[in-house]
């Protein structure tokens, strides 16, 4: 079945020592986004890729990257994570001139 | 700017009674998208229905409906004979035509299904 996939879904890191989260997708989508979501809150888009076209929400902070090598993958890079950036991380896709949102099982991570 | 409103952040309902979610949102477009997207406590975030905005009938998915009352700018969901495993938190989510516009979520509403 075509589908978003996450791995790994729990990581746990150490307060500032860089965490790479890993996406990829078989839905052959165009635009992949990665979403932070704290306990009981809307997910917050981060970012989001059409194709190679990277966008940035303004108030995403520096300390998250995000790089898409190819269509099928996508990676989430926290430079130096802080406790404050312990949440359930989520990507989804979407396809070309399509609304709906395709989502992942979510990495949950853990900052000590 | 597009906002997304739920009012409700906890429901509860017995098991194989109806209940209904609210939403609102603003917005000066005319065309778009509306969803509710259901995330369980195992936290995949799944889509349960869609509407769109040029389309006055509304939207059903089995046991799902939505109420859409475009002037009003209100986009309820009706879920009847609740189950068990309608218990989740359930986002209202507004989008423009395309998957390159973002998704505008709303805060949530929990829901629980007692037996």
């Known amino acids: 079945d075509a589908m978003v996939i996450q791995n790994p879904r729990y990581q746990v890191t150490q307060f500032g020592k860089p965490v790479t989260l890993s996406c990829s997708q078989t839905?052959?989508?165009?635009?992949m986004y990665w979403y932070q979501q704290k306990s009981s809150q809307a997910p917050k888009l981060l970012f989001h890729?059409?194709?190679?076209?990277?966008?940035n929400e303004a108030d995403t902070p520096d300390n998250f990257q995000s790089r898409r090598p190819n269509t099928s993958f996508c990676f989430l890079d926290i430079r130096s994570p802080g406790l404050g950036d312990a949440a359930m991380y989520l990507c989804?896709?979407?396809?070309?001139?399509?609304?709906?949102?395709?989502f992942g099982p979510g990495t949950r991570l853990l900052v000590l | 700017a597009q906002t997304v409103t739920q009012s409700q952040p906890e429901m509860s309902v017995q098991e194989a009674e109806t209940v209904t979610l609210s939403c609102t949102y603003d917005t000066s477009e005319s065309n778009y998208y509306l969803f509710w997207y259901k995330q369980p406590p195992s936290r995949q975030m799944i889509l349960v229905i869609r509407q769109e905005a040029y389309k006055q009938q509304n939207a059903t998915e089995n046991r799902f409906s939505v109420n859409f009352q475009k002037a009003a700018k209100s986009f309820s969901l009706k879920i009847s004979d609740s189950q068990l495993g309608d218990t989740a938190m359930y986002f209202c989510a507004f989008t423009m035509k395309t998957s390159y516009d973002k998704v505008i979520f709303g805060p949530g509403t929990s829901l629980s299904v007692i037996p």
């Open positions: 989804a896709t979407g396809g070309l001139w399509e609304e709906t949102q395709y």
């Open positions: 890729y059409y194709d190679k076209d990277f966008n």
């Open positions: 839905l052959n989508h165009n635009v």
